[in-house]
């Protein structure tokens, strides 16, 4: 008996490690591909959102008998494995897939009867990658004019006069601008925060209806001015580029600053959330 149990024991170790193997790969998989900093950022706050709906219950998976879903499983993880040398090497967009595909086959191997509703939770939060890319479109044209526009009367606000065509902000007194593409519409960051309130209510389920419509707005702005704030930022490097190093510019557009900016409005909307869930419960 003693026997049984410590081979099921290690089983399970040898199990969880196999599962934290396959997350770190799918972590590295987009670092190693280039992929956009906002985008592995995203895929890591998915990554700790599946990581904390199932925190605690490891211990209680039992591996499952049947050889049909774990061949599945394999098959998946195999695909994932080949495909990967090639999403390395020539950016393949398949590597959005593989979390929630990490997780099916995760799922596949394991008897999880009594955690139904957390599975599904769980796949939902991963399928939140593709998602991202359907609704990112959308969100950019709803908000890109009005953002170029907000970032223009700000820095007339601070005394920097400039004029807008378009989306293109050119300061009169030189011949330098600023040009807000898509990539600067602040749509990255206002799903970020959303995915971040989305999480938060997963893991800590709110019944009042007002309270989620509130949270959902409250995220909503706070991904709005953060872009708005980095934009602005962004101005000021540009407007006074001679004085300026350019590194600064460069640092906060293409490089590690949105990190900077997504820990800022995370910390922000968990404060928020903390305040109002658990300290006040308000929610």
Not at 105 to 134: Q, W
Not at 265 to 276: D, T, V
């Amino acid at each position: 008996m003693f026997t049984k149990l410590q081979v099921k024991f290690e089983e399970q170790i040898l199990f969880q490690y196999s599962c934290l193997s396959l997350i770190l790969w799918n972590i590295f998989l987009l670092y190693y591909s280039h992929k956009a900093i906002e985008l592995q950022i995203y895929n890591l706050l998915l990554t700790i959102g599946v990581y904390y709906l199932f925190e605690g219950k490891m211990i209680k998976i039992k591996l499952n008998k049947n050889n049909y879903y774990k061949l599945i499983s394999f098959a998946i993880v195999s695909f994932l494995f080949t495909r990967g040398i090639f999403s390395i090497s020539e950016k393949d967009p398949l590597c959005y897939l593989s979390l929630p595909l990490i997780l099916i086959s995760t799922i596949l191997c394991t008897e999880y009867r009594d955690h139904t509703n957390i599975k599904l939770k769980a796949i939902f939060v991963s399928t939140l990658m593709p998602i991202r890319f359907l609704i990112k479109p959308l969100v950019i044209k709803a908000i890109l004019t009005f953002t170029s526009n907000i970032t223009w009367l700000i820095l007339g606000l601070i005394g920097i006069d400039a004029n807008i065509y378009m989306n293109i902000i050119y300061f009169k007194d030189s011949k330098i601008g600023l040009n807000i593409l898509s990539g600067c519409s602040g749509a990255d960051q206002i799903i970020f925060s959303l995915t971040l309130s989305l999480i938060l209510m997963i893991l800590f389920p709110v019944r009042n209806e007002f309270s989620k419509s509130q949270f959902i707005l409250f995220s909503f702005g706070i991904g709005f001015i953060e872009n708005i704030f980095r934009l602005t930022l962004l101005s000021i490097f540009t407007y006074y580029s001679e004085s300026i190093d350019s590194k600064f510019f460069y640092f906060f557009h293409d490089s590690y600053g949105n990190l900077f900016f997504a820990l800022i409005s995370g910390s922000l909307i968990s404060l928020y959330f903390y305040k109002n869930y658990i300290f006040n419960s308000k929610f």
